[in-house]
């Protein structure tokens, strides 16, 4: 496609319940990466990933938190028995290998009453 | 990747020229000055990067000093949607011209540009 694409745009959830984020890159893009974004704060590096290579999983905050990316491609985080604190906005970005830019996508807010 | 500095906030009238400051006294010679910028609701957007040379785009010019411990962000004729966030990150380029792992992102710049 043009662009990133995230999926769903919002996301309202029960504490308690597990959630999937879903992230479609820009076709050829090698790396793909995970970044949140808590009301009002900076972005917070949670995974990356670039081509076969194992997943830089530093960011992730706690071991409810996973994410894959299945064929190089398309990528789904997912957050099991959902906390208040895990309310944000959750971006997706992806880059060609080659120190230029990333793309974001419009993000996944994430809502959790 | 090293760290860098940039104001708070900054005010710009509309039409006149925004330049943004940025301090990264320790970057490293492999190391690239990047900016993005992140308009409200959406997600950060690439405006430009440089080694050493000065740049430009079709968004705005990058200014790096000669000891390339600071770097300014010119955009030369703010408006209304240039209202945003500005990052400033420094990042490792490898000789082949490729880079990986992630973008640190700071707090940033809030540029507010008024009518």
């Known amino acids: 496609g043009a662009g990133v694409s995230q999926s769903p745009s919002n996301k309202v959830t029960e504490k308690g319940k597990d959630v999937e984020l879903r992230c479609d890159p820009i076709?050829?893009?090698?790396?793909l990466y995970w970044y949140r974004q808590s009301l009002g704060q900076g972005l917070e590096f949670l995974i990356y990933?670039?081509?076969?290579?194992?997943?830089?999983k530093s960011g992730l905050p706690s071991d409810r938190f996973s994410a894959e990316r299945t064929g190089g491609s398309v990528s789904t985080l997912t957050i099991q028995r959902t906390q208040q604190e895990d309310s944000a906005v959750y971006l997706c970005?992806?880059?060609?290998?080659?120190?230029?830019?990333?793309?974001f996508g419009s993000g996944t807010r994430l809502t959790v009453v | 990747d090293a760290k860098t500095t940039q104001p708070p906030s900054m005010d710009c009238a509309e039409g006149r020229a925004a330049n943004l400051p940025c301090n990264h006294s320790t970057i490293s010679g492999n190391e690239y000055v990047y900016w993005y910028r992140q308009i409200h609701s959406q997600g950060p957007q690439y405006i430009i990067h440089?080694?050493?040379n000065n740049e430009t785009n079709e968004m705005a010019s990058l200014i790096i000093t000669e000891d390339r411990k600071s770097s300014t962000l010119i955009l030369p004729h703010a408006t209304l949607r240039d209202t945003a966030v500005y990052y400033c990150i420094v990042r490792v380029v490898n000789a082949g011209g490729t880079s990986y792992g992630k973008l640190t992102f700071g707090q940033g710049t809030i540029l507010t540009v008024h009518p």
């Open positions: 076709s050829g893009h090698t790396a």
């Open positions: 970005a992806s880059s060609l290998t080659g120190g230029y830019g990333y793309t």
């Open positions: 440089g080694l050493k």
């Open positions: 990933f670039q081509g076969n290579s194992a997943p830089d």
